[in-house]
C-alpha cells in the first residue's frame, strides 16, 4: 500500500480559482517538494515557470546556509506560506468535512512557486526530534500561464524591508543582543548635545532637521556591530535561551575589540569610545564633517564607514582594548593626515564601496598605519 501524507487544510477561493491553505510538518514538504537544492548545486538550470516568465531568480548557497543556521535558533519562524503547485493526478483525496488533504508520501509531486531556499534551509534543521511546522498554499491542477502569473507576482510586488527599519525595531527586544545594543547606542549619540552625531543620523520615526541628517540608522548599526560581534544572530539566540555567550581572547579581540565590553553590559563605554574618536573627526576636518553638500562625502556612508574601518585600526594601535581613548590621542595621528576638508568630494572617493576603500587606505597611509 502506497505510504500518505495527511494533514489539515482550509480550501480558499479567489478570482484566479480555489486552493488549499494548509500545515505540514517540514520533513514531509522536504520530501515532496521538487528538489530545488539541485538548482542550488548545478547552477544555471531554469524551472519550466521560469522559462514562461522569462523571470530567473538566483538561488544561493550562502541564503540557504543562512536559512539553515536560522531554522535552529530559539525564535526561528516562517511565517508566510511557502507556495506549491501539485497536479490533480496526484492527490489521493480532500475531505472537505473533515479538512483533510491526503498526499501520497514520495518525491517530487509539489512543484515549489516560492520558498525554495527556506526547504534547502530545513534541510538543517536539527532540534532533536522537534517539528518545524510550515504553512503552505496548494494549487491544484494550474495550468502553467496561471502558474506563471503567481510566480511573476510574488517576484515583482516583493519589496525589500528598510534595514534602518530592521535596526529599529530592536528597541522592542527584551533581551540583550548585539543589535539592540547598537541601536541604542545610535539613538544615544544622535540624541547626545554636543556630539558629533546630534540629530545627524536618520532616525526613522523622528521630526529632526532633515538637512542635518546624512548617516542612516543601519549604516551606523551594522559597522558597528562588527566591532562586537562575529555572528550576531547567534549571539541573540544565545541570550534569549538565558545564557551569555562567550567573551573573546586575546586574538579575536583584534578583529573585534569591543566584544568583551558588550559582553559586560558596558555599552556606555562603548558609546564613550565612539564619541571620542568621532570628537576628534570633527575637530581635525570640522567643515568636511559639520557642512551638508551634495559633493561632500566625509559625513556620509562613504566616509563614515571608511572611518570606522580606521577607527578599528587606530583604536588597536594606541589602546589598550577596552579603554576609552581620548580625542586628543587621535587627533595626534589624525594631524599627519595631509587631507584637507575640501578634499572630501564625490570626485576623489566616488560613493560607494571604491570610495570608502580608497579614503580608508589614504587615510591609513597619511597617518603612518
Not at 74 to 82: I, L, N
Not at 113 to 125: C, F
Not at 316 to 327: D, F, N, R, S, Y
Amino acid at each position: 500500500m502506497e505510504q500518505e501524507i495527511v494533514f489539515t487544510c482550509l480550501k480558499c477561493i479567489q478570482p484566479i480559482g480555489e486552493f488549499y491553505v494548509g500545515v505540514m510538518n517540514h520533513e514531509d514538504l522536504i520530501t515532496i517538494s521538487y528538489a530545488d537544492i539541485r538548482r542550488l548545486e548545478t547552477g544555471n538550470e531554469m524551472r519550466e515557470v521560469e522559462v514562461y516568465t522569462g523571470i530567473q531568480r538566483e538561488l544561493s548557497t550562502n541564503r540557504a546556509k543562512e536559512i539553515g543556521k536560522y531554522v535552529n535558533m530559539v525564535d526561528a519562524t516562517f511565517p508566510t506560506s511557502v507556495i506549491l503547485h501539485i497536479n490533480a493526478q496526484d492527490i489521493i483525496g480532500y475531505d472537505s468535512k473533515t479538512g483533510l488533504m491526503r498526499l501520497p508520501f514520495k518525491d517530487n509531486i509539489a512543484k515549489v512557486l516560492d520558498g525554495q531556499h527556506r526547504i534547502a534551509g530545513l534541510e538543517n534543521y536539527s532540534q532533536g526530534g522537534q517539528t518545524f511546522q510550515i504553512n503552505v498554499t496548494i494549487f491544484v491542477g494550474m495550468e502553467l500561464e496561471d502558474q506563471a502569473i503567481v510566480f511573476a507576482t510574488i517576484n515583482k510586488t516583493q519589496t525589500a524591508v528598510n534595514k534602518s527599519l530592521v535596526a529599529d525595531l530592536f528597541e522592542f527586544a527584551t533581551h540583550r543582543s548585539p543589535q539592540k545594543t547598537a541601536h541604542n547606542i545610535v539613538r544615544a549619540l544622535n540624541q547626545k548635545v554636543g556630539s558629533p552625531f546630534n540629530n545627524k543620523i536618520k532616525i526613522l520615526g523622528t521630526a529632526n532637521d532633515k538637512e542635518k541628517e546624512t548617516i542612516t540608522q543601519a549604516t551606523f548599526a551594522d559597522a558597528l556591530i562588527k566591532l562586537l560581534s562575529k555572528d550576531p544572530m547567534t549571539d541573540r539566540d544565545i541570550y534569549k535561551r538565558g545564557k551569555v555567550p562567550a567573551k573573546f581572547d586575546d586574538k579575536d579581540l583584534q578583529t573585534r575589540p569591543l566584544r568583551n565590553l558588550f559582553i559586560d553590559k558596558q555599552d556606555s563605554t562603548i558609546a564613550k569610545i565612539i564619541l571620542e574618536y568621532f570628537e576628534a573627526v570633527q575637530k581635525r576636518w570640522p567643515t568636511a564633517w559639520n557642512v551638508v553638500e551634495p559633493e561632500m562625502i566625509l559625513n556620509k556612508s562613504t566616509g563614515f564607514i571608511a572611518l570606522m574601518n580606521l577607527f578599528h585600526d587606530l583604536y588597536l594601535k594606541i589602546g589598550p582594548i577596552g579603554a576609552v581613548i581620548e580625542a586628543r590621542s587621535y587627533t595626534t595621528y589624525f594631524n599627519l593626515a595631509t587631507l584637507r576638508d575640501e578634499d572630501f568630494n564625490r570626485t576623489r572617493f566616488i560613493p560607494g564601496s571604491g570610495g570608502q576603500s580608497n579614503l580608508y587606505k589614504t587615510l591609513k597611509q597619511q597617518i603612518g598605519l
